[in-house]
């Protein structure tokens, strides 16, 4: 490397350049808003681009444009495939988050593996493990991962360089936290660095054709070089969540050039890696307990696909202080706005309560349609008594307690009838075209009505 690299820190906030980090923007006077930056890359004057400065790609009509999209790589591993929309897509960068140890170092193990299987040359470079600690890993893994070329190093440069020499279709980078390039002068996992880091990973994909997947940690408290400062940069985002106690983990699509977005895949973590779980309703229901007060069942539409989730209720006598209200997999304001609408529009009172929900399984409720089946389980574990067997609820439910209707009704109803109930609970002015005949509709306008139907 000839001379120092040319680096500034640019404010994140007004944009202006300094020489120096400091604390505080001088132009702007904002606090920590400074971030390393290249401004004359001097490896990129070294390769010079195919095309002259003056040159590059005329314009060119739509239809004149080959349509024929080189065809997308596939792991094989159904939930993968499918969560990015039918396979790897040549040349696009793929950011997979997570919290650390939920199992992306794992998940990537087992695609690369499968891609090697499938004859798709595939690097795995880490800088968070040894090979030797990969390879433990490995032979944990249902699938024979002996063929994968795993390089141990943290330069980004270097990783690139192996494996455009390798010939890589595909190259994992785990992590893009412990990646650095010699051109900034920032630690490895500092913004800049993970910022240019995966500029230069999509300029690899985009200019050399190899897909690249990038391992990004989230923490808890949403660290500030986490992938969310990566999420405009790449093609795709990927967030792979779960109770790292709990075995099923959900991969999640959030960002997606090259399909849908919210589509999910779920995976159960075993012994020998990652399995693809291909039936999740029923995988969620295995363990419950029909019979047992607080706990009711809903319909979710994860993208495209219905899942059957029980959501559990706990209200129990508080002790000293303000009752509590825990929630796991629904947002607490959204417990608070049910707990005041039950209290004030069905009469239950939940002051001298502490009161715990909880959606099994890992899943989050991101939609209002389970608004009634949290209610449910409210009501069923205030009043000590289970809800009807076989009973499923849809519908949200708004400030005056009336329940509305739920979209996507027939296809909730249709995996619940898969699933064996035969009763389900929805708003009154749901309309359906066609009600499958095993699932007996209940009509309910009011949360009070839900309240007295149970109590019967
Ligand atoms: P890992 O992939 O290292 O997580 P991350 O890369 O997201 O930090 O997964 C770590 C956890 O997964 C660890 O607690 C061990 C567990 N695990 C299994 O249960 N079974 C397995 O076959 C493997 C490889 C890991
Ligand atoms: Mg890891």
């Avoid at 969310?228 to 990927?238: G, P």
């Avoid at 009634?372 to 009501?379: D, G, N, P, S």
């Avoid at 609820?393 to 619940?416: Q, T």
Wanted: aromatic letters at 4%; one cysteine or more; hydrophobic letters at 45%.
């Amino acid at each position: 490397m000839a001379g120092k690299p040319r680096s500034v820190y640019r404010c994140t906030s007004c944009g202006a350049d300094q020489p120096k980090w400091s604390g505080r923007c001088e132009a702007c006077g904002e606090w920590n808003s400074l971030v390393e930056e290249v401004v004359a890359v001097r490896a990129a004057a070294r390769r010079p681009r195919a095309a002259p400065p003056d040159g590059g790609p005329p314009p060119v009509r739509l239809d004149a444009v080959a349509a024929d999209a080189a065809p997308r790589y596939k792991t094989a591993l159904a939930e993968f495939d499918y969560v990015l929309g039918g396979g790897i897509v040549p040349g696009s960068l793929v950011l997979v988050g997570g919290e650390p140890g939920i199992g992306k170092s794992t998940l990537l193990l087992q695609c690369a593996a499968r891609l090697e299987a499938a004859g798709v040359r595939t690097l795995y470079a880490s800088g968070e493990e040894s090979p030797e600690q990969i390879r433990l890993r490995a032979d944990r893994l249902a699938e024979p991962a002996g063929a994968v070329t795993v390089l141990a190093e943290t330069l980004l440069e270097r990783v690139v360089a192996q494996a455009a020499a390798l010939g890589a279709r595909v190259v994992v980078v785990d992590s893009i936290q412990t990646a650095y390039t010699a051109d900034l002068e920032g630690a490895p996992g500092n913004v800049g660095q993970v910022r240019e880091c995966a500029a230069r990973l999509m300029r690899f994909a985009k200019e050399s054709g190899p897909a690249v997947l990038l391992v990004g940690h989230v923490t808890k408290g949403g660290g500030i070089a986490g992938p969310k400062t990566l999420e405009h940069i790449v093609d795709t985002v990927l967030y792979f969540e779960g109770e790292s106690a709990l075995d099923h983990r959900i991969l999640r699509a959030t960002k997606n050039r090259f399909g849908s977005v919210d589509e999910v895949g779920v995976f159960e973590m075993t012994a020998s890696g990652l399995l693809p779980v291909a039936n999740p309703s029923a995988a969620f229901l295995a363990a419950r307990h029909a019979g047992i007060s607080g706990s009711a069942v809903t319909a979710l539409m994860e993208g495209t696909r219905p899942m059957l989730i029980e959501i559990q209720a706990l209200a129990s006598r508080a002790g000293f202080g303000t009752p509590q209200r825990v929630s796991a997999g629904l947002d607490h304001r959204r417990l608070a706005v049910l707990l005041a609408v039950l209290e004030r529009r069905a009469g239950l009172t939940f002051t001298a309560l502490d009161v715990f929900v909880n959606v099994v399984g890992g899943m989050r409720l991101s939609e209002p349609s389970s608004d009634l089946a949290v209610a449910a389980a409210l009501i069923s574990s205030v009043r000590d008594r289970a809800v009807p067997p076989e009973a499923l609820f849809l519908g949200e439910i708004g400030l005056g307690g009336e329940v509305r209707a739920v979209a996507a009704l027939d296809r909730r109803l249709a995996e619940a009838a898969r699933h064996g109930f035969r009763r389900a609970f929805v708003g009154s002015r749901t309309g359906l075209k066609a009600p499958p005949e095993e699932v007996e509709l209940v009509r309910i306008a009011h949360v009070g009505e839900l309240s007295h139907r149970l109590a019967a």
